[in-house]
């Protein structure tokens, strides 16, 4: 699956996935963001450039939170997370997309965000740390998503 071309080419989230792609609809796509620290860390991300949630129609709105609701599921039932974070921030990149992110109490930043500062090194890496391997976890995250 290609990422959508709809939107601006100045927005990182209409130009590109914005992560490993895994499922696309028609208003929505799902990706794993690559990062080290966080290798539990998804988006849900419009197709179309919005910036606000409100600014969603009721149906988008609800449908987006199923998608939201089916990946935080999986994460919780796969990974027991000491916690799982959303946000839907936006500052940097205001193209609405949601956060979903598993966070262990043994994470490089907790109980901090993961945007705030280290807390501690951790060892063995992140990933290895999981008890799954990410591409099994990815599509288990796509066959939720696909029925929500």
């Known amino acids: 699956m290609a990422a959508p071309a709809e939107g601006r080419s100045d927005c990182e989230l209409c130009s590109s ?6 499922w696309s609809g ?3 796509r799902i990706v794993r963001v690559q990062d080290a620290d966080f290798p539990v860390f998804y988006r849900v991300i419009s197709i179309r450039h919005v910036r606000e949630f409100s600014d ?7 449908h987006s939170m199923e998608l ?3 990946v935080e599921r ?3 039932e796969q990974l027991q997370p000491t916690k799982v974070n959303l946000a839907a921030l936006g500052n940097m990149t205001p193209h609405l ?8 109490d043994w994470d490089s930043h907790f109980p901090q965000p993961i945007w705030g500062p280290r807390q501690r090194d951790v060892e063995p890496a992140a ?3 999981l008890g799954i391997e990410l591409e099994a976890l990815d599509g288990l995250v796509a066959a939720a998503v696909s029925g929500a």
């Open 17 to 22: 996935a914005g992560g490993r792609l895994l």
């Open 26 to 28: 028609s208003n929505w």
């Open 56 to 62: 969603l129609p009721a149906l988008e709105r609800q």
């Open 68 to 70: 939201v609701c089916a």
């Open 74 to 76: 999986v994460l919780i």
């Open 97 to 104: 997309h949601w956060h979903v992110v598993a966070r262990f």
């Open 127 to 129: 990933v290895l740390r």
